[in-house]
């Protein structure tokens, strides 16, 4: 190509520039990327074929796989980013950033309706942070972290992806709009069962789901690594950027193709450690990055330590939580859940860790209590914020139930609501 067409062609680029929509920005970016991987493949592609010619299979197979790993290397380098400044330049941009948030007032702050975890969070779900909500099989963690996705989207009108790793894609829609409509989710299971004023409740809720931001539900047919999550997000990244995502739940993902730790504990904290690091802001998958939230089971010892303590006394630990002390050290905000034995309609909750928040709830203690319908797996917020003690026969019944194992699912527990 001639000076002359060069010129004309850099011209044409800069006027096509001018001209993007910030909002197709990140498309156009995919498409230029897949050019150029297409572009490399095929030359790849020349270069094998030679290569079979003039030294054989065995090489040409060889320089194959090499260029397209140099090919995946170079990628990952460029999602690499690194910033590095003098406190003394960054400082004033700081102030600025603060004055920009005090005009624009709390909007910032992801909240989740539940007064007790926004208080206790204070800087709420941001983004690249890793909340965790922990506790026995049948504790309401998937439970809880619906409340929450479903308030922060209808509520903030954040965008949410949802990926349940351990139900059917239709069961926890059947879950959410059983909280939505106050239709106990059993009875939505017998749909010939329902009344006409319940099916128009059922249906009222097309108009109200389209009038609210994204809601998007990932389902896969088989366990995955974090990577394919964020392949994924990437995939889709043109037409939906989530401001928080919900994994049900992390010990589900499984770790990445030739780890270099065979411990389970230190596999789940790779993947912990890339989870956080793909949400944050500028450094992630998108600008303004996404918040985290998962579940993860109380250990053994926990349960047992607690239940003879009983509710008010008792407390959690972060080394208390099953699978991996690199929860305790990755995660952000970590809250521990136990139903309260002696009433169906409670849920104790437990200020495990909080990385930016206060430590305590609104009562001024680590522990306070929230209200449940299991039946609609509704929760609620409490303002009497009291705690019942357990009294010493559950106590002594409860040391010598049976914990179940980590694996088993939470749909097979009998019906109490969905938890």
Known sequence: MDVISQEALYNRINLNIANVNENDFYHLKSKIVEHHVTKNIISYIDRYRLNVTDKGGLFAAKDFI???MRMEMDDEDGKRKTIYEDLRDY???????????????????????????????????????????????GAYKSAMMMNVAVNIWKDQGKKVLIVPLEMPRDKWVQRMISRETKIPFDKIEHPNQLTKEEWDKLEGQDAIIKGNDQFYIMETAERIPVSFLRKEIEAHIDIFKPDVIVVDYIANLIPEAGSNNARNDLQIGEMLKDLRQMGKPKMG?????FAIISGAQIGREGLKRFRKTGAIKGSFHSEDLRG??????????IFGQMKDPNNNGRLHLYDIKNRY??????NGSTKTSLEVQGNIGLIEGDNKDWITEVSQENILEKIDDPITDFDSSELDLPFEGYQ
Not at 324 to 333: H, L
């Open 285 to 289: 998958i998108h600008e303004n990055g």
């Open 66 to 68: 090499s260029s397209l």
């Open 91 to 137: 400082y004033p941009q700081f102030i600025q950033n603060l004055r920009d948030k005090a005009a624009r007032g709390d909007a910032d702050i992801i909240s989740c309706g539940i007064r007790e975890i926004d208080y206790a969070m204070v800087v709420g779900f941001a983004p690249g942070t890793l909340t965790l909500f922990c506790g026995d099989v």
């Open 324 to 333: 991996s002390q690199e929860y305790s050290a990755d995660a952000d905000n």
């Open 357 to 362: 928040g206060t430590g305590v709830f609104p």
